[in-house]
C-alpha cells in the first residue's frame, strides 16, 4: 500500500514539472515577441529617412541648376574632384567589406537556427547576450545614418566648389574624412557583433546545442534591415558619381569651347560723355541699348506664397520725361524663396571700365528691402555676386567697383541679375524702381 502511495506521489510530482515546464515555455515564446516593437521603430525610421531623401532631391534639382552654369578656370578643382572621388571609391569599398561581414555573420547564424529548441529553458540565460547584440547593431545604425548625411553633406560642398572657389575643397575634404572614420567605426561595431556572436555560438555547441529559436530569427530579420539600409546608401553613392562625373564633362566641354563672340559697343549716356549707358526703360520694350533681353524669375513659378513682377511705369522716374521699370518682389513665404531681374548683356566687354552703376529707390509706401544681392555672370558660366545696400526712397546711383568681380572674365560678361532673398530681403515683400543702368 505505501509503495503504491509513494508511486502516485511520483507521478504527480513529475505532472506538476511537466506542467511548469510547459507554462514557462510559454513565457518565453512571449517573451521572444518583444523585439518585434523594436523592428517596427526600426522601420518608421528607415520611413523617414526615405522621406528626407525624397525632399533633399528637390535640393538637388536646385542645386543641378548651379552646377548646369557653373565653371571655372580650373585644374586645381578638376585635381579636388579626383581626390573626392577616391574618397566615395574608398567608402564603397568599405561598404562592401562590412556587407561581407555581415553576410558571415548571417551564415554563422543560419548554423544556429539549425537547432530547434532541444532545451528552452537555457534559452533565458542568453537574452542578455542577445540583447547586447541588438543594442550594438543600433549603434551601428546610427553610425551608418551619419555616414549617409555626410555623403549628401559632401555632395552639397561639391556642388558648391563648382561656383565658390577653391577654398571650399578642403572643408570637403575634411568632412569625408570624416565620413572614412564613422566607416571604420561601423566596421569595428561589426566586429564585435562577429565576436558576440561567436561566442554564443560556442556556448551552445560546448555546452548542450540549445537555440532560443524565436530571438535568432528576429536577429536574422534585423541583419537583413541593415543590409537594405547599406544598399540605400550604395545607390547613393553610384547616383552622386554618376552626378559629379557628368559636372566634370560638361565643365571640360565648356572650357574647350572658343569664344566668337562679336565685340559689343555700348552707348554713351545722352549729356554725359563719360558714363556708358547699358540699359534704361524709356523705350518701355524688354530690350536694353545693346540688343539684350531682360525679364524677372523666380525659384519655383508653382509655388503661389513667393513672385517677381515687373511694369513699365511713367509716373515715377526720375527727370522730366520718360520711364521706370518696377520690381514688385515678395519672398515672404513658408517655403525657401528666392526671386529676381536678370539681363542679357550679350557678352559685353566691361574691363575697361571702374564701376558698374544701378540707378535705384524704392518705393516708400508699399516698402522697399534696402539692401539686394546682384551678380554678373561671363560666358564662361562663372558667377559672382555682390552685396548692394543702402537703398533709400530717393533715386541713387549706386556704383558697385567692378574690380570686386575677380573671379570672373569682365571682357565677356553675358549677364545681370538682381536677387531679392528671404534670408536678405527685409521687408520681404515690396517694390523696386530702376531707372538706368550704366557703366563708368
Known sequence: MSNRLYKAAVLVFLILIAIFLYLRRG????????????WAVLEEKIESL??????????????????TDAESSMDEKISGYQVIMERIRGLESGIEETREENR????????????????ALLADGFEA??????????????KKKDALNSLNAAGEELVVIAGTGDGDIERVKEDLENTRKIKEDIRNKNEKIRKKAENIYEL???????????????????????????????????????????????????????????EIT?????????????????????????????????????DRTQSCKMEFISSVRRGDTGSSLKLIYDVNSPNEAYNGFWMDLKRVNLAPYEYYVVDVKGDSVAGFTDRFKVELKDSHGETQSFLLTGVSDKWQEKKIPLNYFDRIDLSSVSQ?????????SSPRSGIIYLNSIFVE
Open 204 to 262: 551552445y555547441e560546448e555546452e548542450l546545442g540549445l537555440k532560443a529559436e524565436a530571438d535568432f530569427e528576429e536577429l536574422k530579420g534585423y541583419f537583413t534591415k541593415t543590409e537594405d539600409f547599406k544598399s540605400r546608401i550604395t545607390e547613393s553613392l553610384e547616383d552622386f558619381k554618376t552626378r559629379v562625373e557628368k559636372a566634370e564633362e560638361r565643365y571640360l566641354a565648356r572650357v574647350e569651347e572658343k569664344d566668337e563672340s562679336e
Open 27 to 38: 513565457e518565453l515564446r512571449r517573451d521572444a515577441r518583444h523585439p518585434a516593437d523594436e
Open 266 to 302: 555700348i552707348p554713351p549716356m545722352e549729356g554725359r560723355t563719360d558714363v556708358f549707358e547699358l540699359a534704361n526703360f524709356n523705350a518701355r520694350q524688354e530690350k536694353n541699348l545693346i540688343g539684350g533681353g531682360f525679364g524677372v524669375w523666380e525659384k519655383d513659378p508653382h
Open 416 to 424: 545681370f541679375v538682381i536677387v531679392f532673398e528671404d534670408t536678405v
Open 50 to 67: 526615405e522621406t528626407k531623401l525624397e525632399q533633399s532631391e528637390k535640393q538637388r534639382e536646385m542645386i543641378r541648376r548651379e552646377l
Open 104 to 119: 558571415a555573420l548571417l551564415d554563422r547564424l543560419g548554423v544556429l537556427t539549425d537547432n530547434m529548441e532541444k532545451h
Open 129 to 142: 547576450e542577445i540583447e547586447d547584440i541588438e543594442r550594438m547593431i543600433g549603434e551601428s545604425e546610427e
